[in-house]
């Protein structure tokens, strides 16, 4: 019965890991994907201002 509840614990330990590493990976991806809006808004303004001149 000991290995049954240890095994249960490594599962659940196993299973917190996988939505930490979820969460971070997402939490990532919208860092990435915000900060290359905020690019693409700096690129188009100086684009403006070289096609004004």
């Given amino acids: 019965m ?9 599962m ?7 939505a930490l590493i979820t969460i971070g990976a997402s939490w990532f991806s919208y860092s990435l994907w915000k900060y290359d809006r905020e690019q693409e808004k700096k690129r188009r303004r100086k684009r403006k201002r070289r096609d004004a001149t």
């Fill in 2 to 10: 000991a290995s049954a509840d240890i095994a249960a614990e490594v």
């Fill in 12 to 18: 659940w330990a196993l299973d917190a890991f996988g």
